[in-house]
């Protein structure tokens, strides 16, 4: 056993990713996935990746490893969300000030990436070898190899990049007193895809996040570079006017279709195929502490898995390994308790408040965002970040384009929140929606702040 000998289990983006800054640390850094390895062409998701939404914390850890200009090519900015209406016609939403952008990147072609970087940074890449158990207690773990041959290591320290469905979790959950919570949300989601127009154009604006909100359910698109857009439907699975279960046949899906998204679904020539080809997934939430026992730890999904409707999931996992690896760099590369310890304890109210925020954004997205108080909620909140830059920032803002912690952005969103509901309640806001007079906003906002 040699606290030099770091492994990861799981080469998803948070393994790859974090194989690269811990190597970079001149640690000896073997990840272990058992699925196979991603970049053999038989393995290409044919257009069914899921696309990321890349946002600040996520860029942050791309520019400490000096990876910007690998990843920029491939990564599409989206300046706001155009919200489609019944109808066909859409408003767009800007996401911050001109220029700020979160930006569309497939999943699949980002972890193809990471893994290739990793492996230029001296990484021991292991696909096929599905880590089958693991002994807290011994630090160690038995690897199933591709010919089915087993094979036991005892490594310095294991780290559990293996998502919400983690074995290194289930392991210490039965070895440790780990506490745990996991959640199944109502809906479930399902890919479908924009292509693009004869003439080989984008069908849409290619620069925004694309979103038909209807209430209980949503549609969302996001651009790909072959200017495509990949698509998400999200749903109740079952018991609502709406749901996956009420789905069963092309007639079913055209009725859906044609009264709720009737624009997109004039841009999916072949929807039917792709809505009963593609699976429907659940999403979960996971909540668990402590993340650490002896000298094992979780990262990433592992130990925060949550819904993806703030787009954080895997900017937050970006941003737990800069955190550890700013630890490391403090703490001394093979102070493994002490970083496990001091990382667990910086992180988790963080990672539940941006767990929360993402429940909470699933109303906005599929709900509010069609509302017209809540388009002129945002326009004033602009505004006064526009007067006031420091003192009132946007939630969405501070979770999406700055790297301030997560429960901190929560508590000061809030406390904004409740000031807008005041300010909300005058009726004559709405009534003036065209010409709002920002001195008297200010008085009420300067009011609501002193109660
Ligand atoms: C619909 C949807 C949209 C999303 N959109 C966004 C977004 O816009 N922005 C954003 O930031 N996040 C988003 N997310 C969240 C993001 O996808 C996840 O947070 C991120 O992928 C987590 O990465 P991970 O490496 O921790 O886990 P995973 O990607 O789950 O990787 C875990 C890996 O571990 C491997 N593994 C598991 N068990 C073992 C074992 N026993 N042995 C060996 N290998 C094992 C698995 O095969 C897998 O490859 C979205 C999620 C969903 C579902």
Same mark, same amino acid.
């Given at each position: $056993?040699?606290?030099?000998?770091?492994?990861?289990?799981?080469?998803?983006?948070?393994?790859?990713?974090?194989?690269?800054f811990?190597?970079?640390r001149?640690?000896?850094?073997?990840?272990?996935?058992?699925?196979?390895?991603?970049?053999?062409?038989?393995?290409?998701?044919?257009?069914?990746?899921?696309?990321?939404?890349?946002?600040?914390?996520? !860029?942050k850890a791309?520019?400490e &490893?000096?990876?910007?200009?690998?990843?920029?090519?491939?990564?599409?900015?989206?300046?706001?969300?155009?919200?489609?209406?019944?109808?066909?016609?859409?408003?767009?939403?800007?996401?911050?000030?001109? +220029?700020?952008?979160?930006?569309?990147?497939?999943?699949?072609?980002?972890?193809?990436?990471?893994?290739?970087?990793?492996?230029? +940074?001296?990484?021991?890449?292991?696909?096929?070898?599905?880590?089958?158990?693991?002994?807290?207690?011994?630090?160690?773990?038995?690897?199933?190899?591709?010919?089915?041959?087993?094979?036991? +290591?005892?490594?310095?320290?294991?780290?559990?990049?293996?998502?919400?469905?983690?074995? &290194?979790?289930?392991?210490?959950?039965?070895?440790?007193?780990?506490?745990?919570?996991?959640?199944?949300?109502?809906?479930?989601?399902?890919?479908?895809?924009?292509?693009?127009?004869?003439?080989?154009?984008?069908? $849409?604006?290619?620069?925004?996040?694309?979103? !038909?909100?209807?209430?209980?359910? $949503?549609?969302?698109?996001?651009?790909?570079?072959?200017?495509?857009?990949?698509?998400?439907? *999200?749903?109740? *699975?079952?018991?609502?006017?709406?749901?996956?279960?009420?789905?069963?046949?092309?007639?079913?899906?055209?009725?859906?279709?044609?009264?709720? *998204?009737?624009?997109?679904?004039?841009?999916?020539?072949?929807?039917?195929?792709?809505?009963?080809?593609?699976?429907?997934?659940?999403?979960?939430?996971?909540?668990?502490?402590?993340?650490?026992?002896?000298?094992?730890?979780?990262?990433?999904?592992?130990?925060?898995?949550?819904?993806?409707?703030?787009?954080?999931?895997?900017?937050?996992?970006?941003e737990d390994c800069y955190i550890l690896d700013g630890l490391l760099e403090k703490y001394?590369?093979?102070? !493994?308790?002490?970083v496990?310890?001091k990382f667990?304890?910086i992180?988790?109210?963080?990672?539940?408040?941006?767990?929360?925020?993402?429940?909470?954004?699933?109303?906005?997205?599929?709900?509010?965002?069609?509302?017209?108080? *809540?388009?002129?909620?945002?326009?004033?909140?602009?505004?006064?970040?526009?007067?006031?830059?420091?003192? !009132?920032?946007?939630?969405?803002?501070?979770?999406?384009?700055?790297?301030?912690?997560?429960?901190?952005?929560?508590?000061?969103?809030?406390?904004?929140?409740?000031?807008?509901?005041?300010?909300?309640?005058?009726?004559?806001? &709405?009534? +003036?929606?065209?010409?709002?007079?920002?001195?008297?906003?200010?008085?009420?906002?300067?009011?609501?702040?002193?109660?």
């Open positions: $056993m040699n606290n030099n000998d770091v492994s990861i289990i799981g080469a998803g983006l948070i393994g790859s990713l974090l194989g690269i811990l190597q970079k001149g640690l000896s850094v073997s990840v272990y996935e058992k699925r196979p390895d991603l970049r053999l062409p038989e393995y290409a998701p044919e257009g069914r990746s899921i696309n990321m939404a890349l946002s600040d914390r996520g !860029w791309i520019d &490893l000096g990876l910007r200009s690998l990843v920029e090519p491939y990564a599409i900015p989206m300046y706001g969300r155009r919200i489609h209406d019944e109808h066909g016609d859409t408003t767009f939403l800007p996401y911050g000030k001109e +220029n700020q952008a979160i930006y569309s990147i497939s999943r699949g072609k980002f972890n193809h990436m990471l893994v290739d970087e990793a492996e230029k +940074n001296g990484v021991q890449m292991k696909f096929d070898h599905h880590c089958k158990e693991i002994n807290i207690t011994d630090t160690s773990i038995v690897v199933q190899n591709p010919d089915g041959s087993t094979e036991k +290591n005892t490594p310095g320290v294991i780290i559990g990049a293996d998502g919400a469905y983690s074995s &290194l979790r289930d392991a210490m959950q039965h070895q440790t007193r780990l506490n745990y919570t996991q959640e199944y949300i109502s809906h479930g989601y399902k890919e479908l895809s924009i292509p693009p127009t004869k003439e080989g154009e984008y069908a $849409m604006d290619p620069n925004a996040l694309h979103i !038909w909100p209807r209430g209980m359910f $949503m549609l969302i698109a996001l651009p790909n570079p072959d200017k495509s857009f990949t698509c998400t439907l *999200f749903l109740p *699975f079952e018991g609502a006017k709406v749901c996956f279960a009420k789905i069963n046949d092309r007639k079913d899906l055209d009725t859906v279709f044609k009264t709720y *998204f009737d624009d997109a679904y004039a841009l999916m020539p072949d929807l039917a195929q792709q809505y009963f080809d593609n699976p429907t997934s659940s999403l979960i939430n996971v909540e668990c502490y402590p993340w650490l026992a002896n000298k094992s730890m979780l990262i990433g999904d592992a130990c925060h898995a949550m819904v993806p409707f703030f787009g954080q999931g895997m900017n937050c996992g970006f001394g590369a093979t102070s !493994w308790e002490l496990f310890e667990q304890k992180r988790k109210k963080d990672t539940d408040a941006i767990s929360k925020m993402a429940r909470d954004n699933f109303t906005e997205m599929r709900d509010s965002v069609a509302n017209p108080k *809540f388009l002129v909620r945002k326009k004033i909140e602009a505004k006064l970040h526009e007067l006031y830059p420091n003192e !009132w920032i946007p939630l969405y803002t501070m979770v999406t384009f700055s790297d301030m912690k997560y429960a901190d952005a929560y508590a000061q969103g809030k406390l904004q929140d409740e000031i807008m509901d005041r300010v909300m309640d005058d009726p004559t806001i &709405l009534q +003036n929606y065209q010409q709002l007079n920002y001195e008297e906003i200010i008085r009420q906002v300067d009011t609501a702040r002193m109660v």
